[in-house]
């Protein structure tokens, strides 16, 4: 009988405790052993990882994959599928569906509809409303469940809790981490004017940082006056991160790689494809974002993976949809902000997945450890690849990042122990399952 279901050998492991070159055992899709000199011949598979660097299972715990209800955008298969590709491992999904994810029954048929169907591993939010808050206390606990997600502003019918009561209500309902879209939909109500049609430059102009800065003020001292803990996803300004950093408290905080990677003049050459709320915004309010990834205000990168057809993105502005596809390019794009210095590779580890496990509380992931489920992302950093919409696996099948030379690349993508994702090729079938949580176990 093999000691080890698998070892994966000769990697240069990237971990909480440093880098070093190593082997992984696993059995049963947890991790039993590290160590420099596994035996290969006490494994019944061996995974030769040399000349490459193993990080902890990447976690996007922002995408949304519009199932039920838009699926001719996406699925949760196809979703799924993009990440695996990307090398993501597991996924926080989104309750903007149809019907919405507000109530038990939406919930646990969502679940149903991704287990075993979903290419990686998951958790869903539920979406907090007025008409739910008496609901939160239960649904927050619900097997597979990330937390409560509110709109304070860019959504649309009972989703939208655009006032402060309706937030605080929210927020005295629930005891986990709660996450929120923080802008201000009474400011974006009284500027809607300043949209200019047929320009999507003008989209910042509307969604002001002001927008954005309202918003989440508000929401720290409701944070404040409730006790409670709340995740700020999506900050595009330089003045959120810096009032951010004086709450970090009560506030973990979320930035995006479109956030760090395009500014305002991607307006010029990709009009509504790089439409998004919050907006991508100037170059002064990144450079500010990167202060604060640097010094470690940022506690979790996140897609906001938000796929639309092209033909719903070439829709004049501001009839065009905001969003764009991410899961997939979370990874590369990351790795060539590695490779050009502006971030080390354990700080992007302690963003995608040592951050995820601290602030949600995940069991079992977020780390190369004994006892863990072996998640792992296979990269190699030296590896120089083109981003292309035809390598996308996405339903909508385009990214912004089209023909973006990059270094540093996926190369496998391992779900508890499984090869999913080898060579941007797939190789098992999906058998993705919902992620547990501490609070909730």
């Known amino acids: 009988m093999p000691h080890y279901d698998v070892i994966f050998k000769n990697g240069t492991i990237v971990n909480h405790d440093g880098v070093a070159l190593g082997d992984i055992g696993v059995v049963d899709g947890r991790i039993v052993a590290l160590g420099s000199s596994l035996p290969a011949a006490e494994a019944a598979e061996v995974v030769d990882c040399t000349g490459l660097h193993i990080l902890p299972g990447v976690i996007d715990t922002q995408v949304h994959f519009r199932e039920p209800g838009l699926t001719h955008k996406e699925d949760l298969e196809s979703g799924s599928l993009a990440a695996v590709m990307g090398g993501v491992t597991g996924v926080f999904e989104m309750p903007n569906t149809n019907p919405l994810t507000t109530s038990r029954e939406t919930f646990e048929e969502k679940i149903r509809l991704g287990t075993r169907r979903m290419h990686c591993d998951f958790a869903f939010y539920i979406g907090g409303t007025h008409d739910n808050v008496g609901e939160l206390a239960q649904l927050e606990r619900l097997p597979g469940c990330a937390g409560v997600k509110v709109f304070m502003g860019s959504s649309t019918g009972s989703l939208l809790v655009k006032d402060d009561d309706g937030v605080e209500a929210i927020l005295r309902a629930i005891t986990r981490r709660a996450a929120f879209h923080s802008e201000d939909e009474f400011r974006l109500e009284e500027r809607k004017g300043l949209r200019v049609p047929g320009d999507a430059s003008s989209h910042p102009v509307w969604r002001d940082a002001e ?231």
């Open 211 to 441: 927008a954005a800065m309202l918003s989440t003020r508000r929401l720290v001292a409701l944070a404040r006056k409730t006790g409670k803990r709340i995740h700020v996803l999506h900050i595009s300004t330089a003045e959120e991160m810096l009032f951010l950093a004086a709450h970090k408290d009560v506030a973990t905080v979320e930035v995006t790689p479109h956030h760090l990677t395009l500014d305002d003049s991607a307006y010029q050459t990709l009009g509504t494809f790089v439409q998004m709320n919050p907006p991508v915004r100037s170059k002064a309010h990144q450079a500010v974002l990167w202060d604060g990834l640097l010094n470690g205000t940022v506690d979790v990168l996140g897609s906001d993976h938000a796929p639309h057809t092209r033909e719903e993105k070439l829709h004049p502005y501001p009839q065009s949809h905001s969003g764009m596809t991410g899961v997939q390019t979370l990874v590369p794009i990351m790795l060539d902000h590695v490779a050009h210095g502006r971030l080390t590779l354990q700080r992007l580890v302690d963003l995608t997945s040592h951050g995820p496990n601290r602030i949600f509380g995940i069991a079992n992931k977020g780390r190369i450890a004994a006892g863990y489920d072996a998640d792992l992302t296979i990269v190699d950093l030296k590896r120089e690849m083109t981003i292309t919409d035809e390598w996308i696996r996405s339903r909508s099948n385009w990214t912004p990042y089209h023909g973006k030379r990059v270094i540093g690349w996926p190369v496998g993508t391992i779900v508890r122990g499984h090869r999913v994702m080898w060579e941007n090729d797939l190789v098992a079938p999906a058998q993705g399952l919902p992620m547990r949580f501490v609070e909730t176990l």
